[in-house]
C-alpha cells in the first residue's frame, strides 16, 4: 500500500503539480477539488500516465464535515497520509472595504482559515500517532501584510500562517512536520492568477517577464521544494520558507521612488 | 455636543479605564460590554461623579447587526464618533488542537477578527466623510506568533493585526488614524487576566511582579498611551506600537537557557 | 538642577526640535553634532528665547571617545541625564554594491550602530544606578528590510534596531527605558532628506504631499510622541513604534500593481 | 574544469560538512578557515576519499584583502564559484554589556557583517556576468531578535541578514541567488556549540535531545538544504528561510508559563 499525498485544493497550478510530483516518487496522488470534474479527471489520468496512481474527488472544503470525512476515506480506504498539502486560495480580488461584504469575508476566513484548522484537526493527530508526516501550507504574500483592498484575503491569510506557527508549535515534537509556505509572486497558472488577472492582463503580465519561460513561478519548480521540505529529516526542518521568481523583488521591498531609501 | 469615544469591550480594565479616560478630557465615552450591566453602570458611575459623561450599552457583539446599530444609534442620538476602542477580547486559555472545537475555532474569530471588520465598515466610511477620526485596536502577543496551545487565539489576533494593516492602507489618506496596539504582557485587571489565571494564580503573579505597583501592565497607564495615539497629529502617526511591563521580556526574547544566545 | 536631554544628531530636523521640546517642558537640553557651529548656536539661542535652558556642543561620533566623554562631562558639569536621543543618520544615497566602498560601509556602521553601543555603554549603567531614564533612538526603515542599493545603510540600521532590543532587554528591569522609532517616510527637513534629495527634488516632494503643511513628518510632531514616550510609565513602556504622514503607506505595503494582492 | 563551491567558514560542523556534500555531487570544494591547518587537511582527505576534489586554505577574513585575494585566486587558478557559502559565526556567548568591550563588538561586526560585504563585492559582480550563481548564508537567531547578553552578535547578525535583502534585491535580476538561513537552534558540532557551552554542559544538551540521534540539528542535514537552495530553479527561489530541529520551539514561542498566551 503507497503512501498518500493529500491535496486540498488541486487545480492546474500548485496543487495538481505537486500532487503529480509526489505520484511520481511513489506516493498515491489525492486530489480534491471544489469543481471541474473533467479537469480533475485530466490531472489523474497525467498521472497514471506517467506511471503513477491517484485519485480525483470533488469536495466542497467549507462544507462541514466534507474535509473530515476526505480524510478518514482516504485512510481507511487508500492508504496513510503521510503529506497533506493545503493549498486552497482565497483571493477576490481588491475592494474597498464598503466594497466586501461580510459574506465574502466569512467565506476567505473559512476557505483560508477555518479549512486548514479542519483538516489539520481531522490528520494531525493520526499522523503524530505514526510520530511521522508533513502538512505543507500554501500561502500568500497578504499573510505577512495587508494590502489596500486585500481586508478579506489578508485577514484570512494571516490566520492561516499563525495557526500552522500553533500547529507546528504541538505536533513539531511528536514527529510531524508543519510549513508554511509564502509564495511571494505571480505563478504561472491559468487557473488562478490567470483568472483573477483576466486573460489579457495575465497574458500581458507573462510577456512582461518573458513569456513560457521563467518570469513567473512555475509550478513545477515550486513542486520541487514542496518535495524537499517533506523529505527534510527531523532534525533539520523549515517552518517558514519564502518562494518568489527571480524578476520579482520581495514583499518587503518598496518600489516607488520616494520609498526607495 | 461632545465628540464621542466609542469602546467595544468596555470591562474593568483596559476598556472602560480608557473610555473614563476620555471621558476627562471632554468626550462622551460610550462603552459597551456583553454582560453584567451593574459593573457597566459602576463604570458610567464613576465617570459622572468625576465630572464627565458616559452612557453604558449592553452589547452581543457576535451578534447580527448589533455593532452596525449600535454605532448608528451613537452617531444620530449622541454624537459623532471620534475615535472608537476596539477592545474585545478573545483568550479561551491553552487548549490542544484536538480540544479545540470548531465552535470556540469560530467564536474567537468572530469576536476577534469579524467583529473588527463590522466595527470598521459601520464607522470608517463615517470617519472619512468628516477626514477625521481614530480606530484603536488593543491586540495580544498572539496576533505576532501561534505560541502551543493558542490555535483559536493566535489565528483571531493575527486576522486582526493584518485587518489593521489594510483598514490603515485605506484610510489614512483620508484622514482616518488605525492603530494596532500589542499588550505585550500580563494586564493588572481581574476581569481578563484574573478570569483566565483563577484567583490564586493571579495574586502569585500580581505579588511575584510587585503587588499593587508597577509590575503588571496597568490599565491607567495604557490608556494615557491609547489617548497619545489619539492626538497625534496626522504628520506623524504610529501604526504599531507595543506595551509591555518593565519587569517583563518582549515577546520575541527567549528565556532558557539552551536558547539564550 | 535640572534633569538633561542629550541630543546626539541635533540638526534643524527631529534632533534639534526633540531638544527643544523637552527644553519647554524643564530639561536642560544638550544639543551635539558634527559640524555646522553657527547652526547649533541657531538652535540653542532659540531655547533660550524661548525660555528654555540649552548647551551646543560640536562632536564627532565616530572619534574615539568623543561621545564617553561628553557624556561623562555632561554628567559632571550640567546634570544628570535623563533622557538620551541617538540621532544620528547613516544615509549615504542608494548605490549599487560595486559603488559602495569599504570605507563608507564602515562608516554608516560606526555612526549608526558602534555609536550607539559605544552611547549606551556611556550612560545606561549611570541611568540604572539612578533606576531612571530613557534611550530613545531614531531609526530609519531599512532596519526593518533591505532595499536595493541601501547596502551600507540597511545593514548599519538593522544593527542598531537589533542593539536596542539587547539594551532593552539588559536594562528595561533596571528602571531604563529603551525605545526604537521607525521614522518610516520622509521628515519635513530640509537639512537631510533636503540634502539627499537636492533643493529641487525635495520641493517637488514636499508640493506633492502639501506644501508647508503635513504632507511630511513634521519633526514638531515627532517631538511629541518623543515626549510622550519618555513619560511613559514603566508598567507600560512602547520599545519599537513607528510614525509616518496620513499621505503615505508603510513600508510594508506594496505600490505597483502586480504585487497590489 | 569543476564548479566551485567555496566555504567561508569551513569547521567540523556545517561549513565542512556543506562543502563535502557539494563535493559529492561534482563541485571542487575551497574549504577556508582561520586556523587548524590539521582539521582543515582532515576535511579534504575525507572528501579526497570519497572521490571528490577538495582545497584546504587558511584565511582570516577580517584581514584586509584576505577574502578578495582568496576568491580572486579560486577564480584564476581552480575554477568558476558557482556558490559560496558564507559560514563565519561570531558568537561570543552572553555578555553584560559593560563587558562587552568595544574590540569585541567591532571583531563580530568585522566577522558577521563586514566579510559578507567584502565576500559579496568580490564574487557577485563576477556571477552576475555568468547570470548564475548562488551565496548561501549561514545566521543565527540573534538575527531576528536581541537576547539579553547578545549585544554584539544580535548587532553583527542582524546587518547580515538586512545584508543579504539588500544583495538579493540588487543580484537576483542579474541571476544570482542570495539566500538567508536562520539556523534556530543548537547544531550537533563540538567546534561551535560544543565550545561555546563547554564539554560537559554540550554533552548533557545532547543527551537531554537524545544521544548521537538527531535532538540536535545535523549538519548533514542542513547540507541537503543548502544543496536544495543551490539547486532551485530562479523561478522559484527562497531568501528567507529557518531550520531547526523537531525537538525545539522556534524563535518566535515563548517557553514560560506566565507568556504562555
Same mark, same amino acid.
Given at each position: 500500500m503507497k503512501p498518500v499525498c493529500l491535496v486540498?485544493?488541486?487545480?492546474? @497550478?500548485?496543487g495538481g503539480t505537486v500532487g503529480a510530483r509526489f505520484a511520481a516518487e511513489g506516493y498515491h496522488a489525492v486530489l480534491c477539488r471544489r469543481q471541474n470534474r473533467e479537469g480533475l479527471d485530466t490531472l489523474v489520468a497525467r498521472i497514471t500516465e506517467n506511471g503513477g496512481t491517484a485519485s480525483g474527488f470533488l469536495l466542497?472544503?467549507? %462544507?462541514?464535515d466534507a474535509l473530515e470525512e476526505r480524510i478518514a476515506a482516504t485512510e481507511r480506504d487508500? @492508504?496513510?497520509? %503521510?503529506v497533506v498539502i493545503y493549498n486552497l486560495g482565497a483571493q477576490i480580488g481588491n475592494r474597498d472595504l464598503t466594497e466586501t461584504t461580510e459574506k465574502q469575508f466569512e467565506r476567505c476566513w473559512r476557505m483560508a482559515t477555518f479549512g486548514l484548522f479542519r483538516t489539520a484537526r481531522a490528520v494531525l493527530p493520526v499522523m503524530a500517532e505514526r510520530a511521522t508526516g508533513s502538512m505543507i501550507v500554501t500561502s500568500a504574500t497578504a499573510a505577512m501584510r495587508g494590502n489596500p483592498g486585500q481586508h478579506a484575503h489578508a485577514a484570512a491569510m494571516a490566520g492561516r500562517r499563525m495557526l500552522c506557527q500553533t500547529l507546528g508549535a504541538e505536533y513539531a515534537s511528536r514527529g510531524v512536520h508543519v510549513c508554511h509556505v509564502l509564495i511571494d509572486g505571480p505563478v504561472d497558472a491559468p487557473d488562478t492568477v490567470g483568472l483573477l488577472l483576466g486573460k489579457e492582463r495575465f497574458q500581458a503580465l507573462r510577456e512582461a517577464r518573458g513569456l513560457g519561460k521563467d518570469g513567473l513561478l512555475l509550478p513545477e519548480q515550486i513542486a520541487e521544494t514542496y518535495l524537499h521540505l517533506h523529505r527534510q529529516h527531523r532534525s533539520a526542518w523549515s517552518n517558514e520558507i519564502d518562494l518568489r521568481p527571480w524578476t520579482d523583488l520581495p514583499w518587503w521591498n518598496s518600489r516607488n521612488e520616494s520609498r526607495g531609501y
Open positions: 486540498i485544493g488541486a487545480g492546474a @497550478g500548485i466542497n472544503a467549507v %462544507e462541514p487508500i @492508504g496513510p497520509i %503521510e
